[in-house]
């Protein structure tokens, strides 16, 4: 499809919008033909929002849509951190639970202003490895941060991710060791945002940019720090039962972490998602430990607009 010009104050300049009037009222059009060796040919079409795209892993580019102003943000989050496993002692008067691991900060259905034409770069966190090596000392890795960023408009956004969570200073005779959970990710908004005006969405029709609320908040223009995992810490007298502590929730609470180690059942703590904390492990069922588990991986989910 070609470009289209007209005539501005003597120069000419590309269109972005055209209107015609039908039945003596100006409205935006859709499409424009004109022949070409007896065919018609599109010369110009309105910009309409692209397809969502999810990033999940990994680093790389992609360009901005030459038409497009905008770039909205569905849903971004840090990565989550991972947890550590329950601790089982010899005569120490007590056991141990692994705290949760903490979550990522987000943004949710924001809109920010970028160059059309221009490189945005991006890098998503991945989740907080569990806790490794004695069981009385254990610090779980926390998650990595979730970034975006444009050739020509500068960092848009960084959200860090959850801490991973810790047991640290025990030994199998005692003491007991010191509990920490996951801490919050932090978010840096550096971009525009954009909080009024219309667009073409992808079924033709003009909307609000302020109609946007599809993502995990379910409101417009969200975005914030994550949330700490939980902690029981220890409980009392010797071979007494724990669960873990569950993972913090990312999204402001939408996306839940995951489960800690439940009392009384073998099952490890759960895996984080979408930013969100891993579970911790419990102590003490069947005279044994269950174990911590990885924070879920950040993520970035997007499309292009033309904001009016």
Known sequence: MANTYGKVSGTFQEADQVYGKVS??????DEIYAKDSGTWELVFSAFEATSYVTLSSGSGTFAVPDQANAIHIQAAVGAGGGSVDGAD??????????????SGAYISDKVFSVTGGETLSYSIGSGGAKGSGS???QTAS???????SGSTSGSLFSLTGGGG????????????RTNTAGTAG????????????????????QKAVTSNTSGPVGTFNQSGSGASGSNPGNCGGDNCQIGGGNGAASYAGNISGGAGSPVGTYTNGAPGTRGSGAGGGGAQYASNKTLGNSGGNGEIKYRFLKVN
């Open 89 to 102: 002692y010899d005569k120490a008067g007590g056991e141990s639970s692994g705290a949760g691991g903490g």
């Open 135 to 137: 069981i009385y000392n």
């Open 186 to 205: 932090s978010a840096t908004i550096s971009g525009t945002a954009i909080t009024s005006g219309n667009f073409r969405d992808s079924d033709g029709t």
């Open 142 to 148: 926390g998650g990595g941060s979730t970034t975006l």
């Open 165 to 176: 969570s810790s047991g640290t200073g025990g030994g199998v005779q005692g003491p007991l």
């Open 24 to 29: 003596g009222t100006w409205e935006e059009v």
